[in-house]
Nanobody, 122 residues
């Protein structure tokens, strides 16, 4: 039972990446979040989608640039990242959240996925 994130890479500022998070051996119908951790900084929630009605939340810095989506049939969630900035550089993690409601607090994570590195050059 695990989550596997992929899709990271090196991109120039203004570019785009799409991250994927695939669940193996379970159906990813939970409340799911994307988090990131930059060097020397704490892990922070970036986006979250609730299991009940797919209400989605974003931190202010990513609103209008990032879009989270879900394909339940594939047990996969995505994070489309456009207009990337150097400050978006971080390791990105997907995670299932305890309960039905979103939280950007890592303490409310139930299961972490492996991270994927995103590097944005200026």
């Amino acid at each position: 039972v695990q989550l596997q994130a992929s899709g990271g890479g090196l991109v120039q500022a203004g570019g785009s990446l799409r991250l994927s998070c695939v669940a193996s051996r379970f159906t990813l119908d939970n409340t799911v979040g994307w988090f990131r951790q930059a060097p020397g900084k704490e892990r922070e929630g970036v986006s979250c989608m609730e299991k009940t009605d797919s209400t989605t939340y974003y931190i202010d810095d990513t609103k209008g640039r990032f879009t989270m989506s879900r394909d339940k049939a594939k047990s996969t969630v995505y994070l489309q990242m456009n207009s990337l900035k150097p400050e978006d550089t971080a390791i990105y993690f997907c995670a299932t959240i305890k309960g039905a409601y979103c939280s950007g607090d890592p303490h409310f994570v139930y299961r972490w996925g492996q991270g994927t590195q995103v590097t944005v050059s200026s």
